[in-house]
């Protein structure tokens, strides 16, 4: 089975200052994609960044990049320059090829919040 | 593009009741699951159809059921409400769904409370 562990029930972070968020993974698959999303206070759920299990760089979108250790099976999202709009939960989620690629698995997120 | 679109936004529904929920996916995505959101429970997978197929299935009884339709419109039905079903139900779609680097593109939600 699958399982997403975000350790962090909430972050602090002032304006312009980076932020790390954790995730740590379990799964058997060989082949699964990790995936981060935000979600603010009106429900949607906003895709940040996307990493698969083959990928040999980590990857960044902007602002935001994934630290993926695959030996340590972390995958954590780095947000640099923080802003007030980052504040919101942020879920670390991943997909495997046991449960046919149709399932995402969700951590339990975690609620950052950026003061001025 | 427009995104996934969910409607209604909110409901309000007594026990014993059924609600229908609908959610249109992005233009010439396939594939459509649900996810049932709680405070409890976290996010959960509800289901996932592809092609009028339902594909994947969690942990949920059979009250909770779903459709697709011929053009990639979904409609996820719960019967016999319990006060446990409320909750934020989530809608997403991609392209084909089975492949590990397609992400899901989510709606805003519709926001079930059962009284």
């Known amino acids: 089975a699958q399982k997403i562990t975000q350790t962090q029930p909430g972050m602090f972070v002032q304006e312009k200052e980076a932020v790390t968020l954790d995730c740590t993974y379990d799964?058997?698959?060989?082949?699964?994609?990790l995936f981060w999303y935000k979600q603010p206070s009106s429900g949607e759920m906003i895709f940040l960044i996307y990493?698969?299990?083959?990928?040999?760089q980590n990857a960044t979108e902007g602002r935001y990049s994934l630290n993926f250790q695959k030996a340590r099976k972390s995958a954590n999202l780095v947000i640099s320059a923080s802003q007030l709009g980052d504040s919101a939960m942020y879920f670390c989620?991943?997909?495997?090829?046991?449960?046919?690629?149709?399932?995402?698995?969700f951590g339990t997120g975690t609620r950052l919040l950026v003061s001025p | 593009k427009a995104g996934v679109t969910q409607t209604p936004r909110y409901l309000i529904k007594t026990r014993g009741q059924q609600v229908t929920l609908s959610c249109s996916p992005i233009?010439?995505?396939?594939?459509v699951s649900w996810y049932q959101q709680t405070p409890g429970q976290g996010l959960q997978f509800l289901f996932e159809?592809?092609?009028?197929?339902?594909?994947n299935k969690g942990n949920f009884p059979g009250r909770f059921s779903g459709r697709q339709f011929s053009n990639s419109r979904s409609e996820m039905n719960v019967s016999t409400l319990e006060l446990g079903d409320s909750a934020l139900y989530l809608c997403?779609?991609?392209?084909?769904?089975?492949?590990?680097?397609?992400?899901?593109?989510f709606g805003n939600g519709t926001r079930l409370t059962v009284t």
């Open positions: 997403a779609s991609s392209l084909e769904g089975d492949s590990n680097n397609s992400p899901l593109h």
């Open positions: 799964t058997s698959d060989q082949s699964y994609g």
């Open positions: 990493q698969g299990s083959y990928d040999e």
């Open positions: 989620a991943m997909r495997g090829v046991n449960t046919g690629f149709q399932k995402l698995v």
């Open positions: 233009s010439g995505h396939r594939s």
């Open positions: 159809y592809f092609s009028e197929t339902q594909r």
